[in-house]
């Protein structure tokens, strides 16, 4: 397979939280990936590493209301979803968790946050390929978030060729 010089792909993704927005609701961004992927015409995306942030709009750490624990996940996948999806979900490509909570009243910084990524491509020895022309951020927060939770993904990927039946048959296994 002939590859290409590493390159990123960002996203974000509202995943609410908030009372306005919602919460414990499945929130979702398309990710067009039509510049780099063409199975007919044998290209493929190979995601070596990612980089997932939660924050607040702004970028900054998201506050709790009161003495609280929240949690907010997120998914990136190669089929659209309606609802959360297990991990072993043939579609998910990475997913995690963050959960924090406040000893105090009031609103203000978590005091405890912990953080797992079930799949990460960077946990593979090569890495994960990509043969769809959309991939999807999913995401969705619970309540007690002051304001929403937004969920920014880095994606360090090259583009590779393959053989047109390789390709077809990798893009079908992920539709």
């Not at 609410?16 to 007919?40: E, H, K, M, R």
């Not at 968790?97 to 990524?117: E, H, K, M, P, W």
């Not at 994606?155 to 047109?164: A, D, F, H, L, S």
């Amino acid at each position: 397979m002939a590859r290409s010089d590493s390159f990123f792909i960002r996203a974000d993704l509202n995943a609410g939280g908030s009372t306005a927005t919602g919460f414990n609701t499945y929130f979702q961004t398309p990710i067009d990936l039509g510049a780099y992927v063409d199975a007919l015409g044998k290209s493929v995306l190979r995601i070596h590493n990612v980089a997932v942030a939660f924050t607040d709009k702004t970028g900054t750490s998201v506050e709790i209301t009161g003495a609280e624990e929240v949690a907010a996940q997120f998914w990136l996948l190669t089929q659209s979803q309606t609802l959360a999806v297990l991990p072993s979900n043939r579609a998910v490509i990475a997913s995690g968790t963050v959960i924090a909570s406040r000893t105090n009243s009031g609103n203000g910084l978590a005091a405890r946050c912990y953080d797992q990524f079930d799949n990460l491509p960077q946990l593979w020895t090569n890495g994960y390929l990509i043969a769809v022309d959309t991939m999807y951020l999913g995401g969705q927060a619970s309540e007690y978030w002051e304001g929403d939770v937004v969920v920014s993904i880095t994606m360090e990927c090259t583009v590779e060729t393959m053989t047109q039946a390789a390709a077809m048959a990798l893009a079908l296994s992920q539709q």
